[in-house]
């Protein structure tokens, strides 16, 4: 079955750097466009940045563009997004998700939570 | 990019219908197709519920159907149940070759 588990999210100072991963099974990974949206505790979803089966293109949010990087290991079946200077309202959890069809995403993750605190 | 604006939260009795609303701009709701619909109960991920405006993923009862309208999306529940309450989103692609998601609506079965 499908199956998408985030990872690396904890606690971290503002201005430093995380690494968050999706590994993913259960479906041929290089076919699909891969996406990351978080959710800021309490509220809404915030989509955050999408990357091609191919990585040839890379999109993001406003709020992210020029901090965070999108990217992917089709070889391990794995998403990966680097995030830099982060900032108290980057706290969130962050999902995986996969795109099934012009950005309507079938299949998340559990999600992982990063805390920017000092 | 600023959220697309859905109504905070809208109720209904058991069997009823209801209708969540998503406005955009022609800049992205009134110009794509693109427009998805999510469920999302406390503690977990978002389930896909529509997807390109009115299509619906295999597993998920006819009871939820989608339509747009100008740069308006629709939502409906109808022969509402228990265990649909829950917080609802919609997504629409936009120009700048991003997505944006709606502020959210709390659906709550009286």
């Known amino acids: 079955q499908v199956q998408l588990v985030e990872s690396g999210g904890g606690v971290v100072q503002p201005g430093r750097s995380l690494r968050l991963s999706c590994a993913c099974s259960?479906?041929?990974?290089?076919?699909?466009?891969m996406h990351w949206v978080r959710q800021a505790p309490g509220k809404g979803l915030e989509w955050v940045a999408v990357?091609?089966?191919?990585?040839?293109?890379?999109l993001y949010a406003e709020s992210v563009k020029g901090r965070f990087t999108i990217s992917r290991d089709n070889s391990e079946n794995t998403l990966f997004l680097q995030m830099h200077s982060l900032r108290a309202d980057d706290t969130a959890v962050y999902y995986c998700?996969?795109?099934?069809?012009?950005?309507?995403?079938?299949?998340w993750g559990q999600g992982t939570l990063v805390t920017v605190s000092s | 990019q600023s959220a697309l604006t859905q109504p905070r939260s809208v109720s209904g009795s058991p069997g009823q219908s209801v209708t969540i609303s998503c406005t955009g701009t022609?800049?992205?709701?009134?110009?794509?197709?693109?427009v998805s619909w999510y469920q999302q109960h406390p503690g977990k991920a978002p389930k896909l519920m529509i997807y390109?405006?009115?299509e619906r993923p295999s597993g998920v009862p006819d009871r939820f159907s989608g339509s747009k309208s100008a740069n308006t999306a629709s939502l409906t529940i109808s022969g509402l149940q228990a265990e649909d309450e829950a917080d609802y989103y919609c997504?629409?692609?936009?120009?700048?070759?991003?997505?944006?998601f709606g502020t959210g609506t709390k659906v709550t079965v009286l």
């Open positions: 997504c629409s692609y936009t120009v700048n070759y991003i997505y944006v």
């Open positions: 990357i091609s089966y191919d990585e040839n293109i890379k």
């Open positions: 998700a996969r795109d099934f069809s012009g950005g309507a995403n079938d299949y």
């Open positions: 259960g479906f041929t990974f290089n076919n699909y466009a």
């Open positions: 022609s800049s992205d709701v009134g110009n794509y197709k693109y």
């Open positions: 390109d405006v009115s």
